[in-house]
């Protein structure tokens, strides 16, 4: 069965510092990965996809993640932290594209950032 | 295009009472999923519907709660009785048919918080 593990459920950055989110995960066959942003009080919106093309995926923002198969990992980064980034992340990971393949989520990351 | 369409956002309901929450898919989208969220907990999958068509019920809990997607009109999402247990953070999501290019995202609503008094 799927599984994803976030380390962290709080994440504190300075502004400018460098963004670390950890995932790992767990799948039977070759995964599709995920992260999706949830700001305050709103939906979840797509950061970026890993779909088996490129092991560095870029997403929006700035912000990229590596998909690292020896350690089933897929952590989120970002070289430069902004105030907007403060928001809960989530990853997760479906056992194909298929329509109809739910989505599996950890249980996020909230990350928060100072001045 | 519109995205993925929930109402209400904000939904109060006394012990006992009903509670209906509704979805409009994105366009061109045929596929509905059902999730929940709870504080600490992230996002646990409900249901998955397609017109007219329960196709993975396996989160969903086996009392008071049920889920269609009819052929015209929105999903709905029905609470029976209501608890305090079941406040939280209902999400939709929508896909697009089964074909080529589809890469498994799912496009997410806004959410509908239902607060259990």
């Known amino acids: 069965a799927q599984s994803v593990t976030q380390l962290g459920s709080h994440v504190s950055v300075s502004e400018g510092a460098l963004v670390l989110l950890r995932c790992n995960y767990s799948?039977?066959?070759?995964?599709?990965l995920f992260w999706y942003v949830q700001y305050p009080n709103q939906g979840l919106q797509l950061l970026l996809k890993?779909?088996?093309?490129?092991?560095l995926v870029k997403g929006i923002n700035g912000f990229e993640a590596e998909f690292k198969k020896s350690e089933t990992s897929f952590h989120l980064t970002k070289p430069s932290a902004h105030m907007s980034d403060a928001a809960e992340y989530f990853c997760a990971v479906s056992e194909g594209n298929q329509a109809g393949t739910a989505l599996i989520f950890g249980k996020g990351t909230t990350l928060s950032v100072s001045s | 295009n519109a995205g993925v369409m929930q109402n209400p956002r904000h939904l109060v309901r006394r012990r006992g009472q009903e509670a209906r929450l509704r979805c409009s898919p994105m366009?061109?989208?045929?596929?509905v999923y059902w999730y929940r969220q709870l504080p600490e907990e992230g996002l646990k999958f409900m249901v998955y519907?397609?017109?007219?068509?329960?196709?993975?019920e396996s989160g969903m809990p086996k009392e008071r709660f049920s889920a269609e997607f009819p052929k015209e009109g929105p999903s709905i999402l029905r609470i029976q009785q209501v608890v305090r247990g079941d406040s939280a953070a209902y999400f939709c999501?929508?896909?697009?048919?089964?074909?080529?290019?589809?890469?498994?995202?799912?496009?997410f609503g806004e959410g509908s918080r239902l607060t259990v008094l």
């Open positions: 799948s039977s066959v070759p995964p599709y």
């Open positions: 999501a929508s896909s697009p048919p089964n074909r080529g290019g589809h890469t498994g995202e799912l496009f």
């Open positions: 519907l397609q017109k007219e068509n329960i196709i993975d």
């Open positions: 366009k061109g989208h045929s596929h």
């Open positions: 890993y779909t088996s093309a490129a092991t």
